[in-house]
């Protein structure tokens, strides 16, 4: 008999006039009903995951995009505290003030390749932890990641720190030279989140944790950390002798998902403890819920590890949804799942929203769903502010096939029992544009959309069921990237454009938004030909309130504004009250360009270090005088 495919599911994935009404949006409510319903058994759960997923099976395995039988989308139910440890002899006892990763929510910290407690600097680097003592500006230690025992089978991706504790991630990795589990099930082929703890008084990698899943993201609150994780299916279809008819195959295929136990469809997860001891299980279906409709190709499981003790088995909370986008709030963790890939064939372009409340310590518990319509841009979409959820999106491109055009709007949730209902929204924001920044202060939301010129929202938020634009400002170009420094003001970092929206600078602007009504741009800074990562990635942008001193890391280009040649680094300024002015530029020197390329800072005391894959660097914090150059 020819040999089985494990095959492991992925989906591919006039002012007020104009933003206001809800009857000229009105066909983009998705008829998604995202509220969750449990399995009244495993057996259930088997056959209704079973008959989900078959629509979608064709002779390649699963088609989402355009290969399945069925029209309609639909289940077979649619009907019915910090554990500090000692520092190391050679580090400091106290810190100096030192700046953390920049994230959305303050107190709630998420993953990065550098991390600071402000008497070590930790990095990632070619399969190993460095720990860099701030005080000495010397390496500590270089601790290995990938050897047998490790737990990192590739590269290490980002990392979490509490006290001498750093869990590391490593993510969308396959899982390699883990032997077949009591039923003979092999890993090989699947998927693998791969997580590793490093304890820091030891020097060395204690625990380990694997799960047959690939992380979507991850909050850190104290010493609890989050992980929210999706996997697939592992389906065997077997394969055929290459002369098979595609109906022939589909047919086969079907045959290979009726024959599919309950455990092909749950992940799976290996921990190795602190004292050697393995210990492997499978995430239990008793407690599983599900949407009414669903397509059982996906399942979302939030995993939690205290670091103040093991990591044991991560008390999986799971359900049958999948998800792209995660936001976490103080007291609950929120997923967004973009339903586009299922929408040419079901007609339910939209977005459905998953909360688990994480205010208790021990797993979350989920609590809540509801759909939203149109896409989120990124986490920064959505926002918890006072007992509401707000999210903006833009409309989906499904329903500009039929002529009509984008737009982008805010709505806002309340949890009604296990239900995210609507209690008001405002739409209408750049038509024919989509968004491509969001940031939320308190009751208000600011909001960029772009297509050739970037118009600035001002939303105020304060009424939930009221929601109304205070005020536009359009201007060229656009920021991808929004940021408060301080009452009435807002740093965006993007893109310098011209009329007709083609990019020509990275731009670091000053907006005024003291007066909503009248939002203006005080000053910005260009840089000729380049880019800046913290456009894509938040956590690249330094902001030190202390000083006012901002750090934004630019890729090599032609100019910067003041007609100095730019070979790429960090970019520092000082933001005024009405103005930005440059106090230097940091560069790694180097022969390869990539890696000398800056991609992160930190300040610690009046230090400031920057880091590329070539080095860290520490400087004064005008960056003019080099204090110490620590190659990788």
């Known amino acids: 008999m ?50 989900a997923i078959l ?14 039988n069925s029209e309609e989308f639909s289940g077979p139910d649619a009907a019915a505290g910090d554990a500090k440890g000692a520092a190391p002899e050679s580090a400091t006892d106290a810190a100096a003030p030192y700046s953390t990763t920049n994230v959305q929510e303050a107190g709630i910290d998420e993953p990065d390749i550098v991390k600071t407690d402000g008497r070590r600097i930790l990095t990632l680097r070619d399969g190993s932890l460095r720990v860099v003592d701030t005080a000495g500006r010397t390496v500590l230690k270089d601790i290995p990641l990938n050897t ?11 990392m979490l720190l509490s006290g001498d504790k750093v869990l590391v991630l490593s ?54 950390v989050r992980v929210v994780a999706s996997s697939s299916p592992q389906l065997r279809f077997p394969e055929g002798d290459g002369n098979d008819s595609p109906s022939v195959a589909a047919a086969r295929n079907r045959d290979a998902v009726n024959a599919s136990t309950i455990g092909d469809w749950m992940p799976r997860y290996r921990h190795q403890g602190a004292d050697g001891q393995v210990s492997e299980g499978t995430v239990g279906c008793e407690s599983m819920r599900h949407a009414f409709s669903y397509s059982a190709t996906s399942m979302l499981t939030v995993l939690t590890f205290d670091l103040a003790g093991p990591l044991g088995d991560g008390a999986p909370v799971s359900i049958v949804a999948d998800g792209q986008t995660v936001y976490g709030s103080p007291s609950a963790l929120y997923v967004a799942n973009d339903r586009r890939a299922f929408a040419a064939k079901a007609a339910e372009a939209g977005t ?7 205010s208790q310590p021990g797993p979350p518990v989920y609590a809540a769903s509801g759909t939203v319509p149109g896409y989120v841009l990124n986490q920064y979409s959505m926002s918890e502010f006072e007992g509401h959820l707000r999210v903006a999106t833009t409309s989906d491109p499904f329903s500009m096939r039929s002529g009509a055009k984008s737009h982008s709007g805010v709505y806002v949730f309340k949890q009604d029992g296990e239900g995210l209902v609507e209690v008001g929204r405002v739409e209408g924001l750049g038509r ?3 968004i491509y920044a969001v940031r939320y202060v308190g009751p208000t939301a600011y909001v960029v959309t772009f297509r050739q010129t970037d118009p600035l929202y001002v939303v105020d938020l304060s009424v939930p069921a009221a929601p109304k634009v205070d005020g536009e400002l359009k201007i060229t170009g656009f920021s991808s990237y929004l940021h408060p420094v301080g009452p009435g003001r807002l740093i965006g970092v993007g893109q310098e454009a011209t009329e007709t929206g083609m990019a020509t600078a990275a731009q670091i602007s000053l907006f005024d938004v003291s007066n909503p009504a009248a939002p203006g741009k005080l000053a910005d800074y260009e840089v000729s030909g380049a880019t800046s990562e913290a456009q894509y990635d938040p956590h690249a942008f330094l902001y030190w309130e202390p000083t006012r001193l901002l750090v934004v890391p630019i890729g090599p280009s032609w100019t ?6 730019n070979p790429g680094g960090a970019l520092l300024l000082r933001v005024e009250d009405t103005g930005l002015t440059k106090v230097g530029v940091v560069a790694h020197e180097g022969a390869d360009l990539y890696a000398s390329t800056i991609n992160r800072s930190l300040i610690v005391g009046e230090t400031l270090w920057t880091l590329s894959y070539a080095g860290l660097k520490a400087t004064d914090l005008t960056g003019k005088t080099e204090l110490a150059w620590i190659a990788a």
């Open 55 to 68: 629509p979608y099976i064709g002779p390649w395995g699963v088609d989402i995009d355009g290969g399945g």
């Open 171 to 224: 993510q969308d990795q396959a899982v390699h030279d883990l032997p077949a589990d009591a039923n003979g099930k092999p890993w090989n082929g699947a998927t693998g989140l791969q997580i590793a703890v490093v304890d820091l008084a030891v020097g060395a990698v204690t625990e380990t944790f694997s799960f047959t899943g690939s992380e979507v993201d991850t909050r850190q609150y104290g010493s609890v």
């Open 148 to 158: 047998p025992g490790g737990g990192m089978y590739y590269g290490a991706s980002s």
């Open 2 to 51: 020819p040999p089985a495919v494990v095959v492991p599911l992925l989906l591919v994935a006039g002012l007020l006039s104009a933003c206001t009404s809800r009857e000229d949006t009105a066909d983009l409510r998705p008829p998604v009903d995202a509220k969750l319903a449990s399995y009244d058994s495993c057996d259930h759960a088997l056959t209704s995951l079973r008959e």
């Open 560 to 565: 910067f504004d003041d007609g100095g040649e």
């Open 432 to 434: 024919d544009e989509q």
């Open 352 to 358: 459905e929203l998953y909360r688990f409340d994480v």
